[in-house]
């Protein structure tokens, strides 16, 4: 066997300078092992010829092909760049290719669940997609031996893969048509002959030729004859390899047809992709259209489409609180209408009001109704609800008339206190900020302008505080300012409920909570975070301040689970208690970095050496402060982050912690052995190594014991929290803590100098944890003060970006990791109820 006993790394190496040595093998794609490109470049970009699954060992080639369906699938990876022309499987021994073409309609099956971890084939996902193809693959795969069929091996590889370039192309479906329109932005339309200002003064756009070309077939041709409702609803249409017009009444406008600058620039660019698209995705697309802008737009609107199995819901929740003939006793204006989705299911034209920014979605929404959407033109139109005026002639509320753009019926409504109250303004508002999570972690700039560049802010800013940087929130207090007494059911994050943001928003938006239901934000488009988003119902004519609400939860499925709680008063953070215990930097074995006080920020939660990142916090760590230190990180990280508790504050706790001693020691051999302590002896001596030199075999003498000895209780620890006036020793109650100055040198509550008592779960994980100590310390050119960081990291190596591997060739170390895994989540189960009895969280 060619490739017999080398690790996966190696033997992706040797495959790609033994068989593809003038192709390049270096590029990294995701989660797939290996991929194939050629050398160069060309004005698209490089076209990948290859996507392969690597395997140590003697594998069966169905199972490699199906582990690398999956991690595309997973990932969705041909939705963010062109697929390939093969994939291929290989192991030490043999490579298989089969034309992606031939397998790719896998990826597009419904109802199927793509979020299994591919490499387990016992999933009934793993078995199902294997059903699928195996036919597939048996009729399609070449198989080669890499001794015995080298020369048909390489002549494959020269006749066939070398010359795949544009062999294959891409369906265009509801996941990728916006990528490949950004992609067109910057190919095809530099190339359309035509001043765009003008047309922007017609309201048309680039889009509207982008999906011009979109429906046309691989002859360049209109494909869509058949399709009367798709022809009407373009603005523009591809003929005679050109643009027209297709609207009458700005056709008169732009009655040339519009050409192209480079027609083989063009060609070239479509090659990749099979139009139109798949008959199923048509109407989505053009649907959709609202989507198919520039990516900065995008994130400046922050507008998220709505399921309509959730304005199915919402429309239900509606119903349940004002009743069943609620769309004839009351008016409703969606005020944030995009093309008007949200709308959809309601049946009385006369008492529903939509507006837009956009006066390209005021069109969509006009082209529908002349297609039978159930609206009237004249209570549909372009108003920027942050900029606009209401009453531009007078600035009142209750006097306002001429010179609007709203509606005069709708201006009646807003002035009469008795239909006011029968006002429903209904809407997903636009979500965005002005920070992202590359602001957070120091990688991007604040998005300028986000909210800033809108008049309300100004008049807003002083009456809601922070809350002002969320367009959701603008949204809001504005409807709040200018509607009192309305009856608000919006889609939105409940962080205007629990936001550490939005403490004075909740002191000026005082309203009365009628109930509510959350699903899973990545059930809605181009939206990727856990988290929850929810409808809520609010009439603002009771004036309450938010304290608890209780929210319905569905699963993606539109299946109920139970209901969850959200709070708006809550007590100090949990930030506010751990950064009473600092020390000095000088006096420290590791350091705390820490940010937010809710799960989203949980991967930002370690101890490690170093200095403080962008917008970490810092806590040095010494024998004082150590336990207090194990608390927060086990806190911070015990309990499983999802999309339910993601924005969920975690507390200053209450005092009974400080004489539970086992919660004290479960939390010290909780952070002792999470992945989250990344202490390494790389940076700076290892002070937290868990075990003696004897219990694990080791080859010489550690740098330090303090971790034994604090264990052993051989360090004197001088319980001393001292007033700084009275120089007594005290014990700071959550009460009494603020009072305290942060000088004061904190050290842990309760501890005697005695050797600690362990749980029999704690004494289960430093079990596992001697046993993999005692592996490591068994090897060759080891570091003997290796924490456990640097013991993962000796195992399972680093990829190509430095990033540290998953797993490890390496099937005892696998077993011992696993069992110190599994012994921890046990510890944490036993740890979690404590959570909530101190206080740490809210149920």
């Not at 708006?568 to 820490?594: A, C, D, R």
């Not at 003060?785 to 099937?811: P, V, W």
Request: hydrophobic share 35%.
């Amino acid at each position: 066997m060619k490739y017999k006993s080398i690790r996966e790394e190696e033997l992706k190496n040797k495959v790609g300078a033994d068989w593809f040595k003038t192709f390049d093998t270096t590029e990294i794609i995701g989660n797939i092992d290996f991929t194939v490109f050629p050398q160069q470049d060309n004005l698209f970009g490089r076209t990948p010829l290859l996507w392969a699954e690597a395997k140590t060992g003697n594998f069966d080639v169905p199972s490699m092909f199906v582990q690398l369906i999956l991690t595309i699938g997973k990932a969705r990876t041909f939705d963010k760049t062109l697929p390939p022309a093969f994939l291929g499987a290989f192991d030490f021994k043999k490579i298989a290719f089969v034309p992606y073409i031939n397998i790719q309609d896998i990826f597009y099956i419904n109802d199927f669940n793509w979020n299994v971890t591919p490499s387990n084939h016992e999933t009934k996902e793993f078995k199902l997609i294997k059903e699928r193809i195996e036919a597939i693959l048996k009729a399609n795969t070449f198989e080669f031996d890499y001794l015995d069929d080298d020369k048909e091996l390489n002549a494959f590889i020269k006749n066939n893969v070398a010359k795949a370039t544009t062999a294959n192309k891409l369906k265009i479906d509801k996941n990728n048509f916006i990528p490949i329109y950004l992609r067109w932005l910057e190919i095809v339309k530099p190339i359309i002959d035509v001043n765009w200002d003008d047309l922007k003064k017609a309201n048309i756009f680039d889009n509207d030729f982008y999906l011009a070309d979109l429906f046309v077939d691989d002859r360049d041709t209109q494909g869509i004859d058949d399709d009367l409702s798709i022809r009407d609803n373009l603005f523009v249409v591809f003929q005679n390899q050109g643009y027209r017009i297709a609207k009458e009444n700005i056709r008169q406008m732009f009655d040339a047809t519009i050409n192209l600058k480079n027609k083989e620039t063009y060609l070239q660019f479509w090659k990749r992709y099979k139009r139109p698209p798949i008959k199923e995705f048509q109407d989505y697309v053009i649907e959709r259209r609202d989507l198919l802008v520039s990516q900065d737009i995008r994130e400046r609107k922050g507008a998220f489409f709505t399921p309509r199995k959730w304005v199915e819901l919402s429309q239900k929740y509606l119903t349940d609180y004002l009743g069943e003939n609620w769309q004839d006793d009351y008016y409703i204006w969606d005020c944030a209408a995009g093309t008007g989705n949200l709308l959809a299911g309601l049946t009385n034209k006369y008492n529903i009001y939509a507006s837009t920014l956009d006066q390209a979605d005021i069109n969509v929404m006009h082209e529908r109704i002349d297609h039978g959407a159930n609206l009237l033109k004249k209570n549909v139109f372009q108003f920027d609800f942050l900029n606009d005026e209401f009453f531009p002639s007078t600035g009142g509320v209750s006097e306002g008339r001429g010179g609007s753009k709203l509606p005069q019926s709708l201006q009646d409504i807003i002035n009469d206190d008795a239909k006011r109250k029968k006002l429903v303004i209904y809407i997903n508002p636009p979500y965005a900020e002005a920070t992202t999570a590359k602001t957070v972690t120091g990688t991007g700039e604040n998005k300028s302008g986000v909210t800033t560049n809108f008049k309300i802010n100004d008049q807003l800013k002083p009456k809601i505080g922070n809350a002002s940087n969320e367009i959701f929130a603008l949204f809001m207090a504005n409807i709040y300012e200018k509607m009192p007494g309305c009856i608000l059911g919006q889609f939105s994050t409940l962080k205007f409920v629990n936001g550490s943001n939005f403490k004075k928003f909740k002191d000026y938006f005082l309203a009365d909570y009628c109930g509510g239901f959350i699903v899973p934000a990545d059930t809605f488009d181009n939206v990727k975070g856990k988290f929850p988003i929810g409808f809520t119902i609010w009439n603002t004519t009771f004036k309450s301040k938010i304290k608890e609400i209780a929210t319905d939860i569905y699963d993606k499925n539109g299946n109920y689970n139970s209901t969850k709680k959200f709070y708006g008063e809550l007590p100090n953070t949990i930030n506010k208690w751990i950064v009473m215990h600092q020390s000095k930097k000088e006096l420290s074995v590791g350091t705390l970095f820490y940010r937010g006080n809710d799960f989203q920020n949980q991967n930002f939660i370690y101890i490690d050496f170093g200095s403080t990142q962008a917008h970490d916090s810092e806590l040095y760590i010494n024998d004082k402060n150590l336990i207090l230190c194990c608390i927060y990180l086990t806190i911070r990280h015990c309990i499983e982050a999802t999309w339910l508790n993601d924005r969920d504050q975690f507390l200053y706790p209450n005092d009974d912690w400080q004489t539970d001693t086992e919660f004290q020691n479960d939390c010290l051999t909780f952070a002792l052995f999470h992945g989250q302590n990344k202490i390494s002896n790389s940076e700076s001596i290892n002070h937290w190594l868990p075990f003696t030199e004897q219990e694990v075999n080791a080859q010489e003498k550690f740098a330090s014991h303090f971790m034994t000895d604090f264990i052993k209780g051989k360090i004197k620890i001088e319980v001393q929290n001292e007033d700084l006036f009275t120089n007594e020793v005290v014990i700071p109650t959550k009460e009494e803590s603020h009072n305290i100055s942060n000088k004061c040198d904190s050290s842990v509550v309760g501890m005697t100098n005695q050797p600690l008592l362990f749980s029999e779960e704690a004494t289960a994980v430093f079990d596992a944890g001697r046993e993999l100590w005692k592996y490591y310390h068994a090897q060759h050119d080891i570091n003997v003060n290796a924490s456990l960081y640097d013991i993962r990291a000796h195992f399972q190596g680093r990829n190509e970006k430095g990033r540290m591997n998953t797993k490890s060739d390496d099937a005892h170390y696998m077993t011992l990791i696993g069992d110190l895994r599994k012994s921890l989540v046990i510890l944490a189960d036993k740890i979690k109820p404590k959570v909530y009895v101190y206080e740490f969280l809210k149920e």
